[in-house]
C-alpha cells in the first residue's frame, strides 16, 4: 500500500489461543462478546480462566462481525461456536449476537472484566472505547456502585484519536509513544472538540511545530477531557483503564502524572475486558441453569 | 456620518460602511487566518477600496465576533468599543425587519437565539458553542464527506424525497455515519436532507429556549444555506424570513451601534 | 447505585443523573416526559430483578437538545420528570 493511501488509523486485528490450556479437560465453556462501535471482540473461556480471544474491527454489519469474531476467537481450537453452551453479548452492537442466549450491559460487563484482568483490588474502572468513555465505581466483588457514560462527543474516545492519526501520519499504535517524545508538555490544544482541535493542530503543524509537539497537545487535551468526566463518579484506588486506548502509552501516563494516582498493570489485552466480563457471567449464568449453583 | 461594523467571526471577518444609518455604502468578507488582525486589514481595505474612501473619512468603528479584541483599538483598523454578538445581531436584524422578535444566527462555530426588544435590544439568549455539531462547521465537514461543495449541499437536500434518520450527534461520528450510508447506497439527496433536518433540530431546540415569538429572522453565513430554512421552520412550526445578505447582519449592527455611540 | 446518563462536549455537561437506589421502577418519569428522553429497562447491573428509569440509548447522545425545551432561558423552570419523582432519584446536572 503506498504512503498516500496507508489508513493510519487501522489498528492490526489480531487473535491468540493460550498455548497450555486444553477444553477437554474443563466442566464449562463460555464466552463474551463484545460489539463495539469500532472494535469486536471475542473470549473464550474454561471454567472462568481465559482461553482463547480475537479483536478485529466491526463492518458494516454487526451480525456479520459476531459471527466472524467468534470464529476467529474458534479458529486454532477445534472448538466451533455451537460447542459453546452459554455466550453472553454486549456492546453497542449486543443485540445482534445471533448465537449469544442473552446481553448485559457492557458497564456491568467491564466491571467484572476489569476485576479479572486487574485483580479483585480494583475499584474504579476507566474504559475508553471507540466511540464512547465510561468511568464506572466497583465494589471488591465487581458490583457496579455508579457509573458515568459519556456518549455523544468524540472528544475523550478512540475516534478522536484516530483523526489524529490521520493529521500527523503516525499509525495508531505508535501514536501514544509519538506524544510522549517531547522534552517538554506543550500547552494542551485549547478545544476538546476534536473538529476544532484538528483545526488548531493543523494551523500549528503549518507553523512548523512538530507532530511530537502537535500529538503531545491533543493526548494533553483529551487527558484533561476524561479527567472531569472521572471526577464526576470520583476516584477510588485501585484505578485501572480498558478498552483500546489503554494500550496509549501517551494517554495512561498522562493520567498517572495529573491524577497522582499509578493505574494498575494489566496482565492481559485490556481491550478484552467486556469480553471478558461477559464470558463470565455466562458461566455463573450457565452454572445457574444446570444447578451447579 | 459615516460608520463602519466589523464582524471578526470563527470563519469569515465581514466589514459594513454606514452612512447615516441608512445607507449602506460597501459590504466586504474576506477569510480569517491565524493573524487575526492582518486578515481583518485587509478585508476593512477591501471595503475601503470598494467605494474609494479612507479610514480616516470612517468617524466610529465597532466591532464584534469571536476576534474581536484583536482589533480593539488596533490599528489600522482602530475598532473603538467592542461588542457581543448577541448584541450586533439583534441591532442588525431589528434595522432590517422592525417587527423582527426572535433571531437566529447560525455561523460558523457558533449558534445563537436572540429575542429582541424594543429598538433592537436583547432581551434574552441562548448560545450553542464550541460544539461543531451545532455550526456551520457540521456542514462543511458533512460536505466534505459527500464530496461536494458547501454550496451545493442546499440544493441537494431540496431534491430529496425521502427523510432518513441521523443518529449521530457529534461532527466526527456525523462523518463516519454519511460514509457508511454513501456506501449502502443511499441517494446524496438523501444524505444531505438528513444532514439539514439533524442540523435543524439541534438549532430549533436551542432556540427553544429562549421561546419563538413572531417575526423570527435567520442570520448568519448558514442562512444563505437555501436547504437549512424548510426544515428549520418545521421543527419551529413558524416563518421564518431570511434578510438580504444575512452574512452581514451582525457586521451591520455594529456599524449603527457605532452611530448610537458616536451620536452620544 | 448512580447511572449518569449523556454527555459531556465542546459547549458543556449534559447528564441527567439516576439513583437506582431511590428509584422504585414506577414509570413517573417516563410518562411526564414529553420527548421521550426516558424509559424502563430490567436493572441488570448484577442480574437483579426489578426495573428501573434510564435514559433510552438513543437520547443519551442528545439530551441537550432534547432536554433543551424544558430548560427555558429565563423564566420558572419545571422539569416533568424531576416533579413526578417521588422518591427524587433523578437529578439533571445542567
Redesign the interface.
Same mark, same amino acid.
Given at each position: 500500500m503506498s504512503e498516500k493511501s496507508r489508513e493510519f488509523w487501522r489498528w492490526r486485528e489480531y487473535r491468540y489461543t493460550m498455548p497450555d490450556m486444553d477444553w477437554h479437560d474443563t466442566k464449562v465453556v463460555t464466552a463474551g462478546v463484545d460489539i463495539g462501535s469500532v472494535g469486536s471482540k471475542a473470549a473464550v473461556m474454561l471454567d472462568g480462566e481465559l482461553y482463547s480471544y480475537a479483536a478485529m474491527r466491526t463492518g458494516g454489519e454487526s451480525e456479520e462481525t459476531a459471527i466472524k469474531v467468534m470464529n476467529w476467537a474458534l479458529e486454532e481450537t477445534e472448538l466451533k461456536t455451537e460447542n459453546v453452551p452459554y455466550v453472553v453479548g454486549t456492546g453497542y452492537g449486543r443485540v445482534n449476537v445471533p448465537f449469544a442466549k442473552r446481553t448485559?450491559?457492557e458497564?456491568?460487563c467491564h466491571a467484572r472484566g476489569a476485576h479479572y484482568i486487574y485483580g479483585p483490588t480494583v475499584r474504579t474502572v476507566l474504559d475508553i472505547g471507540g466511540q464512547d468513555c465510561k468511568a464506572i465505581r466497583c465494589d471488591e466483588k465487581g458490583?457496579?456502585?455508579?457509573?458515568?457514560?459519556?456518549?455523544?462527543?468524540a472528544?475523550?474516545t478512540g475516534r478522536g484519536l484516530e483523526v489524529f492519526t490521520d493529521l500527523i501520519r503516525v499509525p495508531i499504535e505508535e501514536l501514544g509513544k509519538t506524544s510522549l517524545d517531547v522534552e517538554d508538555e506543550p500547552p494542551p490544544v485549547s478545544?476538546?472538540?476534536v473538529i476544532?482541535a484538528k483545526a488548531e493542530s493543523l494551523a500549528l503543524l503549518r507553523q512548523g511545530r512538530s507532530k511530537e509537539k502537535v500529538a503531545a497537545a491533543y493526548h494533553l487535551a483529551m487527558v484533561n477531557?476524561i479527567i472531569?468526566?472521572l471526577i464526576?463518579?470520583g476516584i477510588e484506588k485501585d484505578f485501572v483503564v480498558t478498552g483500546g486506548v489503554a494500550k496509549n502509552t501517551g494517554i495512561v501516563s498522562r493520567l498517572e502524572r495529573k491524577l497522582g494516582i499509578r493505574p494498575l498493570e494489566p496482565k492481559l489485552d485490556p481491550i478484552l475486558a467486556g469480553a471478558v466480563g461477559a464470558a463470565l457471567?455466562a458461566k455463573?449464568?450457565y452454572e445457574k441453569e444446570i444447578g451447579l449453583r | 456620518m459615516i460608520t463602519a461594523g466589523v464582524d471578526v467571526g470563527a470563519k469569515y471577518a465581514k466589514i459594513v460602511l454606514l452612512e447615516d444609518a441608512k445607507n449602506i455604502l460597501a459590504n466586504a468578507k474576506g477569510i480569517v487566518g491565524f493573524d487575526i488582525l492582518k486578515s481583518a486589514t485587509e478585508v476593512f481595505q477591501k471595503a475601503l477600496d470598494n467605494t474609494s474612501l479612507k479610514r480616516d473619512q470612517i468617524v466610529h468603528v465597532v466591532a464584534t465576533g469571536m476576534g474581536r479584541k484583536a482589533i480593539h483599538m488596533k490599528p489600522p483598523i482602530n475598532a473603538g468599543e467592542i461588542v457581543p454578538e448577541v448584541i450586533a445581531d439583534a441591532k442588525g436584524a431589528y434595522h432590517l425587519i422592525p417587527t423582527v422578535k426572535t433571531v437566529i444566527d447560525v455561523g460558523a462555530e457558533e449558534g445563537r437565539g436572540v429575542k429582541v426588544g424594543e429598538n433592537g435590544k436583547v432581551r434574552?439568549?441562548?448560545i450553542?458553542? &464550541?460544539?461543531?455539531?451545532?455550526a456551520g462547521t457540521f456542514m462543511e465537514t458533512m460536505a466534505r464527506a459527500l464530496e461536494v461543495g458547501v454550496e451545493e449541499m442546499g440544493p441537494l437536500a431540496l431534491k430529496s424525497t425521502k427523510a432518513i434518520p441521523m443518529?449521530?450527534?457529534?461532527c466526527v461520528f456525523a462523518e463516519s455515519e454519511v460514509v457508511t450510508l454513501i456506501h449502502s447506497k443511499t441517494s446524496k439527496e438523501d444524505i444531505s436532507k438528513a444532514i439539514h433536518d439533524a442540523m435543524a433540530?439541534?438549532i430549533a431546540?436551542?432556540v427553544? &429556549?429562549?421561546?419563538v415569538e413572531k417575526d423570527v429572522a435567520l442570520i448568519g453565513g448558514v442562512a444563505q444555506n437555501p436547504g437549512f430554512l424548510p426544515p428549520l421552520e418545521k421543527e419551529l412550526n413558524t416563518e421564518i424570513l431570511v434578510p438580504e445578505h444575512p452574512q452581514y447582519v451582525g457586521a451591520l449592527g455594529a456599524a449603527l451601534l457605532a452611530l448610537e455611540m458616536e451620536a452620544k | 447505585?448512580?447511572?449518569?446518563?449523556?454527555?459531556?462536549?465542546?459547549?458543556g455537561?449534559y447528564?441527567i443523573i439516576i439513583d437506582t437506589d431511590k428509584c422504585n421502577g414506577c414509570g413517573k418519569c417516563v410518562n411526564a416526559c414529553p420527548y421521550g428522553v426516558l424509559e424502563l429497562i430490567e436493572d441488570?447491573?448484577?442480574?437483579e430483578d426489578g426495573l428501573m428509569a434510564a435514559v433510552t440509548e438513543?437520547q443519551?447522545?442528545?439530551i441537550?437538545?432534547?432536554c433543551?425545551?424544558c430548560?427555558?432561558?429565563?423564566g420558572e423552570r419545571r422539569l416533568p420528570c424531576v416533579l413526578a419523582c417521588e422518591p427524587k432519584a433523578i437529578i439533571h446536572?445542567w
Open positions: 448485559i450491559t458497564i456491568a458490583k457496579v456502585m455508579s457509573f458515568l457514560m459519556n456518549d455523544k462527543c472528544a475523550g478545544n476538546t472538540c476544532f477531557r472531569d468526566l464526576k463518579v457471567f455463573a449464568l | 434574552d439568549f441562548v450553542n458553542e &464550541r460544539c461543531a455539531a451545532g443518529n449521530a450527534q457529534c433540530g439541534r431546540s436551542m427553544l &429556549r429562549v421561546g | 447505585m448512580q447511572a449518569h446518563y449523556g454527555y459531556k462536549d465542546g459547549s455537561d447528564f441488570e447491573f448484577d442480574i438513543e443519551r447522545k442528545k441537550k437538545y432534547s433543551g425545551p430548560k427555558p432561558v429565563s446536572s
